[in-house]
C-alpha cells in the first residue's frame, strides 16, 4: 500500500512536471507566435511601403517615358528641320553661285566693252589731236583746241632752239625731294646752270620755259618728250574727252555749214 501511494505520487509529480514542461513550452509558442505576429505586421507595413514606392516609382517612370518620348520627337522634329534648312541653304547657295558665275560672265563682257570704248576713246581722242593741230577757235574765241605739250610759246625765239634746250636739258633740270629715304615729290633745281644762264636772258621766257619743263613733267613724265594734247585755252588745262568731242561737233557743223553754203552760192550762179 505504501509502495503504491509512492508510485503513486511519483507520476503525480511527473504529471505535474510534464504539466509544467507543457506549461513553459506553450508560453514559449504563445511568446513566439506573439514575436512572429509581431514581425508580421512590421513585414506587412514594409510591404505596404514597398508598394507605395513601387507606384510611385512606376509613375515617375511612366512620366519619364513620356518626356523621353516628347524629347525624342522633338529632336526628330529639328532633325527634320535643321536638315530642311540645310536643304534651302544648299540650294541658296547653289543659285549664288549660278548668279555669281553669270555676273562674272557679264561682268567679262561689261570689262570687254569697256575696254573697246575706252580703245574708240582713245582712238578719237588721238584723231582729234592729229585733226586739231592748231587752234580751235569758235567766235573768234579760243575754247577747246590741240596744243603741243610742254612746248613753249613761239614768239620769244627760235622753236627749234628752245626745244632742244628743254630736250637736252631736262633730266638735268628734274630732281627728287626725298625724306628719310622716301621720294616726296620731283621738283624743278632753280640751281641749274642752264636755267640761271636762261633767267638771266629775261623773266618771261624763263617762266615760258619752267612752265614747258612743268608740262612735260605733268603730262608725260615717263619719257618726258614733247607730245600733242587735247588743250581748253579758255580754262588752262587738259581738255576732256567729252570737250574734245563738243569740239569736232562745232567743227563738223560749220563744216557742213559751210558746205551748204558754198552749194547755196554755185546754185546761185547764173549758169
Same mark, same amino acid.
Given at each position: 500500500?505504501?509502495?503504491?501511494?509512492?508510485?503513486?505520487?511519483?507520476?503525480?509529480?511527473?504529471?505535474?512536471?510534464?504539466?509544467?514542461?507543457?506549461?513553459?513550452?506553450?508560453?514559449?509558442?504563445?511568446?513566439?507566435?506573439?514575436? $512572429?505576429?509581431?514581425?508580421?505586421?512590421?513585414?506587412?507595413?514594409?510591404?505596404?511601403?514597398?508598394?507605395?514606392?513601387?507606384?510611385?516609382?512606376?509613375?515617375?517612370?511612366?512620366? $519619364?517615358?513620356?518626356?523621353?518620348?516628347?524629347?525624342?520627337?522633338?529632336?526628330?522634329d529639328k532633325q527634320a528641320e535643321v536638315e530642311r534648312q540645310l536643304e534651302e541653304l544648299s540650294l541658296k547657295n547653289k543659285e549664288m553661285k549660278n548668279e555669281m558665275e553669270k555676273l562674272r560672265c557679264v561682268n567679262e563682257v561689261v570689262? $570687254?566693252?569697256?575696254?573697246?570704248?575706252?580703245?574708240?576713246?582713245?582712238?578719237?581722242?588721238?584723231?582729234?589731236?592729229?585733226?586739231?593741230?592748231?587752234?580751235?577757235?569758235?567766235?573768234?574765241?579760243?575754247?577747246?583746241?590741240?596744243?603741243?605739250?610742254?612746248?613753249?610759246?613761239?614768239?620769244?625765239?627760235?622753236?627749234?632752239?628752245?626745244?632742244?634746250?628743254?630736250?637736252?636739258?631736262?633730266?638735268?633740270?628734274?630732281?627728287?625731294?626725298?625724306?628719310?629715304?622716301?621720294?616726296?615729290?620731283?621738283?624743278?633745281?632753280?640751281?641749274?646752270?642752264?636755267?640761271?644762264?636762261?633767267?638771266?636772258?629775261?623773266?618771261?621766257?624763263?617762266?615760258?620755259?619752267?612752265?614747258?619743263?612743268?608740262?612735260?613733267?605733268?603730262?608725260?613724265?615717263?619719257?618726258?618728250?614733247?607730245?600733242?594734247?587735247?588743250?581748253?585755252?579758255?580754262?588752262?588745262?587738259?581738255?576732256?574727252?567729252?570737250?574734245?568731242?563738243?569740239?569736232?561737233?562745232?567743227?563738223?557743223?560749220?563744216?557742213?555749214?559751210?558746205?551748204?553754203?558754198?552749194?547755196?552760192?554755185?546754185?546761185?550762179?547764173?549758169?
Amino acid at each position: 500500500m505504501h509502495k503504491q501511494c509512492r508510485k503513486t505520487n511519483e507520476l503525480f509529480r511527473h504529471y505535474l512536471g510534464d504539466v509544467r514542461i507543457s506549461q513553459d513550452k506553450q508560453a514559449k509558442v504563445e511568446r513566439l507566435l506573439e514575436e $512572429l505576429s509581431l514581425k508580421n505586421k512590421e513585414m506587412t507595413n514594409q510591404m505596404e511601403k514597398l508598394r507605395r514606392v513601387n507606384e510611385e516609382v512606376s509613375v515617375k517612370n511612366n512620366e $519619364l517615358s513620356l518626356e523621353l518620348e516628347n524629347l525624342k520627337r522633338i529632336s526628330q522634329d529639328k532633325q527634320a528641320e535643321v536638315e530642311r534648312q540645310l536643304e534651302e541653304l544648299s540650294l541658296k547657295n547653289k543659285e549664288m553661285k549660278n548668279e555669281m558665275e553669270k555676273l562674272r560672265c557679264v561682268n567679262e563682257v561689261v570689262s $570687254l566693252k569697256n575696254n573697246d570704248l575706252s580703245l574708240e576713246l582713245e582712238n578719237l581722242k588721238k584723231h582729234q589731236a592729229e585733226r586739231e593741230l592748231t587752234r580751235c577757235t569758235c567766235n573768234g574765241q579760243v575754247h577747246e583746241g590741240t596744243t603741243t605739250a610742254n612746248a613753249a610759246e613761239e614768239g620769244w625765239f627760235d622753236p627749234a632752239q628752245l626745244n632742244r634746250f628743254i630736250n637736252e636739258s631736262h633730266e638735268r633740270q628734274i630732281k627728287l625731294t626725298e625724306i628719310r629715304g622716301k621720294l616726296i615729290e620731283e621738283v624743278l633745281d632753280e640751281e641749274d646752270e642752264a636755267l640761271k644762264e636762261l633767267k638771266a636772258c629775261g623773266q618771261g621766257i624763263y617762266d615760258v620755259v619752267v612752265e614747258a619743263l612743268k608740262e612735260m613733267d605733268k603730262y608725260n613724265s615717263s619719257g618726258r618728250t614733247i607730245v600733242p594734247e587735247l588743250w581748253n585755252y579758255r580754262e588752262g588745262r587738259k581738255a576732256t574727252v567729252v570737250e574734245g568731242i563738243d569740239c569736232l561737233k562745232k567743227k563738223m557743223m560749220e563744216h557742213e555749214n559751210e558746205k551748204n553754203c558754198n552749194k547755196r552760192r554755185r546754185s546761185l550762179r547764173p549758169r
